[in-house]
């Protein structure tokens, strides 16, 4: 088993920065890609950010050039840097965890809130 759990969130001003992390625990090997998701209320979860285990790293246009997520592989630790944040940056972060047998793992989520 594999368990995520997210930090980091909170309020910040429109062109702020928040940094999320999330700590995975279980095991670990059994862990491929590691993202981020988000979902603001009343919409459906998108995808945001992905880092493979070798560290390639892909972007939803929405955040590319502004968000950047890396992996720390000796803390089993996942990051989202958010720079430049916008109110439509607004949601529910989680982290998801894909693992080699095409299980997905979730996190509880946190929250980021963008004011104008």
């Known amino acids: 088993q594999v368990q995520l759990v997210e930090s980091g969130g909170g309020l910040v001003q429109a062109g702020g920065s928040l940094k999320l992390s999330c700590a995975a625990s279980g095991i670990i090997y059994t862990i491929n890609n590691l993202g981020w998701y988000r979902q603001a209320p009343g919409k459906q979860r998108d995808w945001v950010a992905t880092?493979?285990?070798?560290?390639?790293?892909n972007y939803a246009d929405s955040v590319k050039g502004r968000f950047t997520i890396s992996r720390d592989n000796a803390k089993n630790t996942v990051y989202l840097q958010m720079n430049s944040l916008k109110p439509e940056d607004t949601g529910v972060y989680y982290c998801n965890a894909a693992l080699i047998n095409g299980q997905n793992k979730w996190g509880q989520g946190t929250q980021v809130t963008v004011s104008a």
């Open positions: 880092i493979g285990r070798g560290g390639g790293t």
